[in-house]
């Protein structure tokens, strides 16, 4: 395999601490290489069981509690959330997934969660639309304050979309230094967004997300479905040809439609 890329698959942690076990095993059997535990579809009460059946593996998790206001599911108040980021932080998973504005809001919270010493992955989620390149630039350099491990995920309205939020790369390559050590995961959600989810691995991203069955954002692809694209496209020699343009993004949303068409055919 010449494609380079790794798979975070995003799993929903309901309840039930049995249910939850069964979807880890099985994203990891079927090639996950992380798991992102959304801990925002658990009511607070049920959340130290979980946390026991998923602490063997939290060296490959991203745990989460997103807030309503960015996609999130939470059932609580924000104090209560609160709360279980702390306590999620307590059990150091590999990242801690934590809005930017949250952290921007509340520097105690901020503080606490390093103290514990556990890695931030700071957040930025737009529902509705991707801003430009410019404001996407200066977004991420706001968020790097905080981490160098950041995430960008925005609403992709036009194919053009894509570029702007794939333009993140370059930025990184021509103003932080490899030592600065950055982790930037930044793709698009939505139909015109695709291509970007899949290219977002091939122009930097040390990851990209993906449903174990149903999408936990607008057009997530599962585990699955991105395993075959990645590998169609090593087949065909895609590696060599990729770049943030036009051209390609146009290329990869072809190659996209034509592996899903076959494999639901
Ligand atoms: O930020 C992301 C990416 C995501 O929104 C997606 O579009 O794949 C899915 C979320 O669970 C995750 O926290």
Redesign the pocket.
Known sequence: MIISYKICT?IQARDSSRSLALDVARAFNEGSDMV?V?FDYSSKEAINDLLDVVMEHRDRM?F?C?SRDE?GAFNGSEAERLMVLKRLASFRPMLL?VEYKTVERDEELYDHLRALNCDLLI?Y?DFNNTPSRNRLAEIMDGMLKYSRNV?I?TMAKSVEDNESILSLYDIIKDKYKKKDGIQLVA?C?GEHGLAS?VLCTMLGAPYT???LDK??????LTLRQMRMIYKVMDENGYAKSIRNDRYTIDMVARLIGSVLHDMHG
């Open positions: 995003s992102e959304r991203i989460t997103r996609g997934d957040s989620h995430k995920v793709f959600m989810r997300y993906a449903a999408p936990l954002a607008p057009s997530q």
